[in-house]
């Protein structure tokens, strides 16, 4: 009784019936726990197959923890400036001194180059400046319910400032505005991938399952959107901005439109489903017992597309943030002081500011890793919650 049941064969739920004959000892009581098992567990069986999925799962959850809240992972303010300190280069962290759990980084020393003037940074060898977990620090929101100052790793000595990423031309420390900046990216993402996807089932939905008239307004509709060109559209809608908005309404307005010009894909494919699902015989049965149209959409014809809602929503998700990135950067997205990780990569647009501080465009490898996991991620939710695959 004690045994755990084995994964779902290739083939779903109906290959795992025939598969289960009864068996002699325990694999008879194995087989027969796939017709008690539940869709969710019977999910969860196949997803955990998919080794890389859950590694990427892993990444994924990490990244979602320093997004809820940055302030803990950041060791500084990341909008305060400091003049004497403009391009200061990555500070490593050493996490083992002696054999013992000691994290320390060395420290750097500058010195003014004389022909140029500019001040130039090297790091410091014989300087070791011992950091500690949990110190506290600047104070900050922990998700806008309360103020806290613990700090997952600062300096030992309070008046010493370590930079783990290096600072930008301003002085600001580019490690806590990358955390800073990957709870906006990523927020804007699930947030327009929310809107896309409900507006995507709706109006597919009620296209597809309804048709006459109110199929083809809708989809008049998604070909008129669908025949503008992306890319000046959101260049246009973005700049129509007012500059004088707050970045809480710059925020707003850029999750609105990116979800507004993203459901139209995901309509036609929800259109195309219904129309071949609501003349199967498990829909006529159902309509002929009396069920309402609500429960037969939400109750026997949604679930059939789970796994290709699921599939469309993790993919969905890398390319808001790649359209935000790409907005922000080119200085139509949010701007500053707001950070995010376009907003992050305006930095990196001078060639001369990359020469001296290559560290500028590691905000892009984070765009990298989590949209690399997020398809990866979304492939394997697909496969496990695909009955046929």
Known sequence: ??????????????????????????????????????????????????????????????????AAIPGFFATQDPNEAISTELFVPIQAVHLFDGGRLRPYVYGVRGERNPKTLRMEWRIDPSQKIRLRFFGRGYPYSVLGLFQWDRHLLLPEEQSVRVHLLGTDRLGRDQWSRLVYGTQVSLSIGLVAVFLSIFLGILLGGVSGYFGGWVDLVIQRAIEVLQSLPPIPIWMALTAALPRTWSVERVYFA???????????????????????????????????????????????????????????????????????????????????????????????????????????????????????????????LRDAADPYH
């Open 254 to 380: 850029i999750t609105v439109i990116l979800s507004l010009i993203g459901w139209t894909t995901l309509a036609r494919e929800v259109r195309g489903r219904f129309l071949s699902l609501r003349e199967e015989d498990f829909v006529v049965a159902a309509r002929l017992a009396g069920c309402k149209r609500r429960r037969i959409i939400f109750r026997h014809i949604l679930p059939t597309m789970a796994s290709h809602i699921i599939a469309a929503s993790t993919l969905a998700i890398p390319v808001m943030i790649i359209n935000e990135t790409f907005l922000s950067f080119l200085g139509l997205g949010l701007r500053p002081p707001a950070i995010s990780w376009g907003v992050l990569l305006q930095e990196a647009q001078n060639l001369q500011s990359i020469v001296l501080a290559p560290w500028l465009l590691l905000p892009g490898l984070a765009v990298i890793i989590t949209v690399l996991c997020l398809n990866v991620l979304g492939d394997g």
């Open 1 to 66: 009784m004690g045994e755990e049941p084995v994964l779902v064969p290739p083939g779903g739920r109906a290959a795992a019936e025939e598969a289960a004959v009864p068996l002699p000892g325990v694999e008879a009581k194995v087989a027969e726990a796939f017709y008690v098992a539940p869709n969710w567990k019977l999910v969860w069986w196949r997803f955990r197959r998919h080794r890389l999925a859950l590694a990427s799962g892993a990444i994924l959850l990490l990244v979602s923890v320093v």
